[in-house]
């Protein structure tokens, strides 16, 4: 589990990037962790993986301190940036030298990934164009089984045919034990992927609810004319008509438009929230 209390983080006295945030990540679970750029995303990401350190509060992974980068929690811990370099050395190579660092690494399963991807494993990483290295590290962070798995806008720089392919080696590579974060601005990749929903804006969360509750206290509907009805908590207007959230009076769960959920907790999150927690 990932637990994190009162966590704030300041570049300086007068800029403070994160403010006061309270999260819990479970295994068995991936998270999709939203927000416009600046809001904090990538800061508390940092904190977690231990390449930045709280200004205040605590971050715990499985009862380590990230700070510490103990052995023990950087062989249970991938991250997959958004910005990264791979040494100029050919596949095989890579994975021979980097593998060991995770003692839960499956050659096999890499190699499948590779197939699958369509890359030649003798190619060197100077040959590779930018989609093919993003699909090297994904499947190398795949194949690294760790506990947790972090990664920060992996579908930048895949086609679509490969967002398709990477959605099902998450899924496929996915387990009770493993906990799963991944930020995108590009929130309809996520859309039927993950099992919670993080907001972030201004360095604070304004949501954090799993999708199966958002979906039995909400409804998504789109309509042709705008809609005038009382019980609209949220409505704009899109190319072809209107979205709007109202609250779910059924006992049915419907489906989750994730880029309306977004712009409607922009707006108002305290109005959505009241709603989910009712």
Request: net charge neutral; aromatic share 10%; with cysteine.
């Amino acid at each position: 589990m990932i637990h994190i209390s009162n966590l704030s983080y300041r570049y300086s006295k007068k800029v403070e990037i994160l403010n006061d945030l309270n999260l819990e990540f479970q295994p068995g679970k991936i998270y999709g962790l939203l927000g416009k750029n600046g809001a904090g995303k990538s800061t508390l990401i940092k904190n977690i993986t231990g390449m930045l350190f709280p200004t205040s509060g605590t971050c715990q992974i499985f009862e380590e301190t990230p700070k510490n980068r103990s052995v023990n929690f950087l062989k249970n811990l991938f991250f997959v940036p958004e910005e990264y370099y791979l040494p100029n050395l050919s596949i095989v190579e890579l994975v021979n030298i980097y593998k060991d660092f995770y003692p839960n690494f499956d050659t096999n399963q890499f190699d499948g990934y590779i197939e699958q991807f369509k890359i030649e494993k003798h190619k060197r990483t100077t040959e590779l164009s930018l989609g093919q290295k993003k699909k090297i590290l994904i499947g190398f962070a795949l194949s690294a089984n760790t506990k947790v798995l972090i990664m920060d806008e992996p579908t930048n720089g895949l086609d679509i045919p490969s967002k398709i392919l990477f959605r099902n080696m998450i899924n496929d590579s996915f387990n009770k034990d493993r906990i799963v974060i991944i930020t995108s601005h590009q929130v309809r990749d996520l859309d039927e992927l993950i099992h919670s929903i993080i907001i972030m804006n201004d360095g604070k969360v304004l949501l954090n609810d799993d999708k199966a509750h958002i979906a039995k206290n909400l409804k998504f509907q789109l309509t042709d004319a705008k809609q005038e009805s009382t019980d609209l908590i949220y409505q704009e207007k899109v190319s072809n008509g209107f979205a709007s959230i109202k609250e779910n009076k059924t006992d049915t769960a419907g489906y989750i438009d994730i880029e309306l959920l977004f712009n409607a907790v922009l707006t108002n999150s305290n109005t959505i929230n009241n709603y989910l927690n009712a």
